[in-house]
């Protein structure tokens, strides 16, 4: 473990894997989930800002990022139960963009009494259906890493995660692509055995959004996929007392291109709570 200012960084030793980490701030604790495009990098944005109030942890999915991804059973839920418990955290404000907002959902309904606010950016939701044109992106990025073009496949979650279906690449942010591009990239290039298997958790969430008794926020950017706008709407309908808010010129990685605009949205939304 390494300590500057208040900057911790390590490695836990998590359910047999090594989960890279890094906290800062004090105050309430905020755990940062990072998308399935990225690592933990993704909060560069909001890391600094969000630990002057709040102590604030992000960290590496096994598999991402500096993190390992040891071969057997897993489960990301675990693995958050875990990592909490070794930073000595009771409970803690979520924050979870993409795929890490599944992963917040999903912890908040196995494990209600950590988590004391919810918001979700942009987030996929276990147990709903998938568009088609997330089926035929899923199976173009298949064809593309069995045929060793890592390159084409990191190219295809950017234009269509990043970019979006309403804009053409020099709409968007160049640094934001390539940092994306980066951590996908690393992503396709880590090694990974073939005996490996996450844990389904008990009831998918889609069908669980009721149980929600907490603050909960949603976002989305207005340029992201239609279905991911839709699934925002239905999230906003189904949990009670659900916020939502729309970032206007954004797609999926609405914190990583409007970080202002998503920061303020978030401090604003913690400071009701």
Known sequence: MNQNNSHITGTADINGAQLYYEMK??????????????????????????????????????????????SGLFSNVEDIRALLDFLG??????????????????????????????????????????SERVRQFWREEDEMIENGDLDGATALNVRLWVDGPHR?????????????????????????????????????????????NLPVLVMVGDLDL???????????GEIAGCKKVVIPGVAHMLNMEKAGVFNTAVLDFLLDV
């Open 226 to 236: 239609p279905e991911k706008v839709a699934l925002a709407n239905r999230l906003e």
């Open 168 to 212: 053409e690449a020099g709409e968007v942010d160049a640094a934001v692509r390539r940092k994306v591009y980066d951590m996908q990239m690393n992503i396709f290039r880590k090694e990974i055995p073939d005996e490996v298997e996450e844990i389904e958790t008990d009831g998918a969430a889609i069908g669980r959004l009721q149980e929600l």
């Open 25 to 70: 701030g004090e105050g309430h604790p905020l755990l940062l989930l990072h998308a399935g495009v990225a690592d933990s990098r993704m909060w560069d944005g909001q890391f600094e800002v969000f630990a002057e109030e709040y102590q604030v942890v992000r960290f590496d999915y096994r598999g991402f990022g500096r993190s390992n991804m040891p």
């Open 89 to 130: 955290i009771a409970s803690s404000y979520i924050i979870g963009v993409s795929f890490g907002g599944l992963i917040a959902l999903d912890f908040t309904l196995a494990y209600p009494d950590q988590v004391d606010a919810l918001i979700l950016g942009a987030p996929s939701v276990s147990g709903d259906t998938p």
